[in-house]
């Protein structure tokens, strides 16, 4: 009878022991897994990113020089505007309808040496290129 029991509890050891092996294999196997699947997740994410960036790169280029076009022609109309009514270039509030005409922010009115000769801004007459971090933006 002692046998038997030896036998029993052996057997319920060896189970035990071989199903703890069987759980620590698997969750090693599981770790391994889901390391590997995150790693592919993560580049697929990473290049799906670069390629985000990629096209707005490009798309902010095309903007960009859209805006450009548009800024020269509105200022070209800004200008032959000017150039047929003189007495405008100095009045604030002829300036100010123009610019909401146009819809645009500002205008500012430079004479040779790039200074600010009449604007909308009042504030902004006197500056030049060469008077501050903004001014040189332009």
């Known amino acids: 009878m002692k046998k038997r ?6 057997a ?19 770790d391994v897994n889901h390391t590997r699947e995150a790693k592919v997740t ?10 985000i960036i990629e096209q707005n ?6 903007m960009l ?18 150039d047929h009514d003189h007495s405008a270039i100095y009045d604030k509030e002829e300036l ?9 922010d500002e205008i500012h009115i430079f004479d040779e040496s790039g200074t600010i000769i009449s604007s909308t801004i009042p504030a902004y007459v006197g500056y030049s290129f060469d008077s501050g971090e903004q001014m040189a933006y332009f």
Do not use: C, G, P
């Open 5 to 10: 029991e030896f036998n029993t509890r052996t």
């Open 12 to 30: 319920y050891i060896t189970a035990a022991i071989t199903i703890s092996l069987m759980l620590l294999l698997q969750m090693i196997l599981l």
């Open 42 to 51: 993560t580049r697929a994410y990473l290049e799906q990113i670069v390629a």
């Open 57 to 62: 790169e490009h798309q902010e280029k095309a």
């Open 65 to 82: 020089a859209s805006l450009k076009e548009d800024y020269t022609a509105l200022s070209k109309a800004v200008a032959y505007y000017l």
């Open 96 to 104: 100010k309808k123009i610019s909401s005409l146009m819809s645009i």
